[in-house]
């Protein structure tokens, strides 16, 4: 059974840092494209970055761009999403997920809590 762990989220300042990880499991990540989503409260889920299977192609949401840095490990089977400068709209439960995959609904994790506060 295919498993996305998300972790690293928290509480942190404006301008802040916080590195999510997404660990899978019952998947080879290798094998897909694999990005990065996040739902804030009362929006709808939205796909702010992706990295292809290789890792040598990423791609940006306008609103992350430039603050945000996605990354995999294939070996380890594991994603990444690198915050920086974080604002206040990035207050949202952030999820991995495969955008190509025909099961992706079925793949949904639980999500990590990041909150952007002073």
């Known amino acids: 059974q295919v498993q996305f762990v998300e972790s690293g989220g928290g509480l942190v300042q404006p301008g802040g840092s916080l590195r999510l990880s997404c660990r899978a499991s019952?998947?080879?990540?290798?094998?897909?494209?694999m990005g990065w989503y996040r739902q804030a409260p009362g929006k709808q889920r939205e796909l702010i970055a992706h990295i292809t299977s290789s890792g040598r192609s990423t791609t940006y949401a306008d609103s992350v761009r430039g603050r945000f840095a996605i990354s995999r490990d294939n070996a380890k089977n594991t994603l990444y999403l690198q915050m920086s400068r974080l604002k206040l709209e990035d207050t949202a439960v952030y999820y991995c997920?495969?955008?190509?995959?025909?099961?992706?609904?079925?793949?949904w994790g639980q999500g990590t809590q990041v909150t952007v506060s002073s």
């Open positions: 019952g998947i080879s990540l290798s094998n897909y494209r």
């Open positions: 997920n495969a955008p190509d995959s025909s099961a992706r609904d079925d793949y």
